[in-house]
Structure formats: structure tokens, C-alpha cells
């Protein structure tokens, strides 16, 4: 494998960065992380991107993980080996689309893939639609890892890279011929319920227990936290306090609420299924510092004992981020225990499974995957 950085976040050194890495012997396929301060656009990145030699996929996040650093401006490139096909597809927002039919992934003759690489735009409407249909088509013959891009600006727009360009409203995403170990764990606690969803559409929650949900929430919320709506800013009090999906014998699913929606509503990042029971959570830093080494404990445990490791791929959650300040470095120090080197992003919601659990979209979730070296 091969990891390149540069820390400018400049359009001419990431085509620098992909002519390089794949030159590389072995290496057939890119994986390009990039922050959003870096300003990339279709204009500046497109023909970067149809120049490159072997498949690319990725995507723009707030932030990126390069070892035990967190970086708010460059980019990434890693070179992968046994790398099979890539898949963009479109159109995450729209309620008409069948996406079991966009996904017909292997060429014919290829090996078996043991690991997809999966990045959407984290404010698509059907992330959860598009995640069910990619776990109909799968299942449980590989592991996945991956998350949303875009932007803290919280607008969607272009953030996905494909070796047609820029994209957006999609994902993309990447079949390797490489054994891996997946774990998630969030540290999130319910400080308040169950509720029950009684109207909800996508990602928007209408009303909890009959009651207009935003009502339900500012009454828990500003309560536990002595802070308000009106003098704080929705988001700055909201990431605080997710929404926690009830779910048998595993963690709560965690969903991050963005906004007030102007029904009373409450907008998520993610679907919330009406008829669901949910919880409002609390989290501390010890507790969310620990569920991500215990991420790490579960991807090392998970991974195949007759492969050679080769890399960490971390995906965290922004919010956690922004939660935890400068103990983010505390987490990071948590799940980098074992030389391997490690790159990642904070994504704007994490997805993964670990071969033996249902594929799910995460909020505030940290996920860490290991890589076989190839």
C-alpha cells in the first residue's frame, strides 16, 4: 500500500499524488480523502480525476485522519492492491429509484471481493434505502466500512470522487479483493425516553408520542444542558444530544439531529422509521473515548488470522469531533495501539458491518477497519 498526504490541499498536487501512487508496483486502485477546506470543485478537480490511470473513489469531509493528527486542510491519497471494481450511484434523494438495480457490481470473471468501500453524500434523503438495497444484493459475503462527505456548511453539493469527476446525491464505491476486521461503538447513553415515532417521513421526525417532536426535544434538551435553542444555535446545542434508535441485544442506532424543521419537526441525519421506539442520548468524553478503542479492539479481533495487517481506516463521526475538542486526541491515541499505519476522515455519518450483523448507517458512531496489507 502506499499513503501520500499533502497538507496544502492543492488541485496540482493531488494529480501529482495520483500519477505517483499509481505508478506504484501493485498498486490498482485509489482511495482520495480530501477536506472541504480545500475548496475542490467540479472545474478544478474533474479532469484531475478523468486523467488517473487506475480507478479512484472517495470523497470530501470537514476533516481528515492521518495518523494520530487531525487535519483540517489537504488531502489524501492511498494506493490500494487487488482492487476488483468501482460503482457510482445516483440519485440518493429520490423516492422513485430502485438502487438493487445500479448495483451489479462484479465483472464477469472477477475475484471475490471481501471488503467494499462505500462513501455517500451524508445529506441525501435515502441513505437508509440505499443501505438496505446494498445489504439485499450482499449480504453478509463481505465486510463494509465507509461514511458520508460533505460539508459542516450543511448544504449538499459535490463532495463524492468518481473517475468521471465530482459528484453529488450519490455513492460510490469500491470492491477489494482484501480481508479486513470491522468495529463500531459510540459511548452514547439515553438520557431521556423511549418515544414512540408516531409520524416521520426520511430523515425528518414529525411528532414523538403524538406531540410535535421539536417540542418533545427543547424540553429534554435545554433542561439537561441550562442552554437554549434561541440563544446558542440549534446545532451547537443539538450535537450534544442524538437521538438513539432502539435495537435488541447491540447498541442504539444513533441519529444526529441538524435541524428544526418548520412543521416542528425535527431533520436528522439519516432515516428514523416511523413506529420506531427511540431514546434522547447523553454522552461524556471518557465514554465516547473508550467505545473507540473498543472499535479498535473489535476490528483487531474480527480480523482474519491468516492475513497480514496492513492499515487502519478510521471513520469518525464530525460531531464526535466537535463533541469531544481537544480530547478528540485522546481518541485518537485510543485506537492507534499497534504501528499499523492510519488514515480516515470525520464523516457526516459511518457505515459499516462487520461480516456477521445487519449493514447499518451510523451517527456519532466511531468505526475503525482493518486492512489486510495485500
Known amino acids: 500500500?502506499?499513503?501520500?498526504?499533502?497538507?496544502?490541499?492543492?488541485?496540482?498536487?493531488?494529480?501529482?499524488?495520483?500519477?505517483?501512487?499509481?505508478?506504484?508496483?501493485?498498486?490498482?486502485g485509489l482511495m482520495i480523502l480530501a477536506c472541504d477546506a480545500n475548496g475542490f470543485t467540479p472545474l478544478k478537480i474533474d479532469a484531475i480525476l478523468g486523467r488517473a490511470p487506475v480507478a479512484v473513489f472517495g470523497g470530501v469531509f470537514p476533516a481528515l485522519i492521518y495518523g494520530k493528527t487531525l487535519i483540517e486542510r489537504g488531502s489524501l491519497v492511498v494506493g490500494l492492491p487487488r482492487f476488483i471494481?468501482?460503482?457510482?450511484?445516483?440519485?440518493?434523494?429520490?423516492?422513485?429509484?430502485?438502487?438493487?438495480?445500479?448495483?451489479?457490481?462484479?465483472?464477469?470473471?472477477?475475484?471475490?471481493?471481501?471488503?467494499?468501500?462505500?462513501?455517500?453524500?451524508?445529506?441525501?434523503?435515502?441513505?437508509?434505502?440505499?443501505?438496505?438495497?446494498l445489504f439485499n444484493v450482499f449480504g453478509l459475503q463481505m465486510n463494509y466500512i465507509g461514511g458520508g462527505a460533505g460539508s459542516l456548511s450543511m448544504k449538499s453539493g459535490p463532495c463524492l470522487f468518481t473517475n468521471q469527476g465530482m459528484a453529488a446525491d450519490g455513492a460510490v464505491l469500491a470492491l477489494l479483493e482484501l480481508g479486513s476486521g470491522v468495529g463500531a461503538s459510540h459511548g452514547w447513553t439515553p438520557l431521556s425516553g423511549p418515544y414512540l415515532v408516531t409520524n416521520a417521513h426520511l430523515n425528518t421526525i414529525r411528532t414523538l408520542e403524538w406531540r410535535p417532536a421539536v417540542d418533545v426535544y427543547r424540553q429534554v434538551v435545554e433542561k439537561h444542558s441550562g442552554m437554549t435553542f434561541k440563544d446558542n444555535g440549534f446545532f451547537t446545542v443539538s450535537?450534544?444530544?442524538?437521538?438513539?434508535?432502539?435495537?435488541?441485544?447491540?447498541?442504539?442506532?444513533?441519529?444526529?439531529?441538524?435541524?428544526?424543521?418548520?412543521?416542528?419537526?425535527?431533520?436528522?441525519?439519516?432515516?428514523?422509521?416511523?413506529?420506531?421506539?427511540?431514546?434522547?442520548?447523553?454522552?461524556?468524553k471518557p465514554s465516547l473515548i473508550k467505545a473507540a478503542g473498543k472499535a479498535h479492539r473489535l476490528a483487531m479481533k474480527r480480523f482474519p488470522a491468516d492475513c497480514e495487517a496492513g492499515l487502519h481506516i478510521f471513520m469518525d463521526c464530525i460531531s464526535r469531533v466537535l463533541f469531544l475538542g481537544a480530547g478528540f486526541e485522546e481518541e485518537?491515541?485510543?485506537?492507534?495501539?499497534?504501528?499499523?499505519?492510519?488514515?480516515?476522515?470525520?464523516?457526516?455519518?459511518?457505515?459499516?458491518?462487520?461480516?456477521?450483523?445487519?449493514?447499518e448507517y451510523y451517527n456519532k458512531t466511531a468505526v475503525m477497519a482493518v486492512l489486510e496489507t495485500g
Open 1 to 28: 500500500m502506499v499513503i501520500l498526504f499533502d497538507p496544502v490541499g492543492s488541485p496540482e498536487k493531488l494529480e501529482e499524488m495520483i500519477l505517483s501512487a499509481s505508478s506504484s508496483p501493485g498498486v490498482s
Open 85 to 133: 471494481d468501482t460503482r457510482f450511484v445516483p440519485d440518493l434523494s429520490n423516492s422513485a429509484i430502485d438502487y438493487e438495480s445500479f448495483l451489479d457490481l462484479k465483472p464477469p470473471g472477477a475475484p471475490s471481493a471481501l471488503t467494499m468501500m462505500v462513501f455517500v453524500d451524508g445529506f441525501a434523503r435515502r441513505i437508509g434505502a440505499f443501505i438496505d438495497s
Open 239 to 284: 450535537r450534544s444530544y442524538p437521538f438513539g434508535i432502539s435495537r435488541l441485544e447491540s447498541e442504539h442506532l444513533v441519529r444526529d439531529t441538524l435541524q428544526a424543521g418548520p412543521d416542528q419537526g425535527l431533520v436528522c441525519i439519516g432515516e428514523v422509521p416511523q413506529g420506531a421506539f427511540v431514546y434522547i442520548l447523553k454522552g461524556d
Open 332 to 359: 485518537l491515541e485510543a485506537v492507534v495501539q499497534d504501528n499499523l499505519p492510519m488514515v480516515g476522515a470525520c464523516t457526516i455519518g459511518e457505515i459499516a458491518n462487520c461480516g456477521t450483523e445487519f449493514l
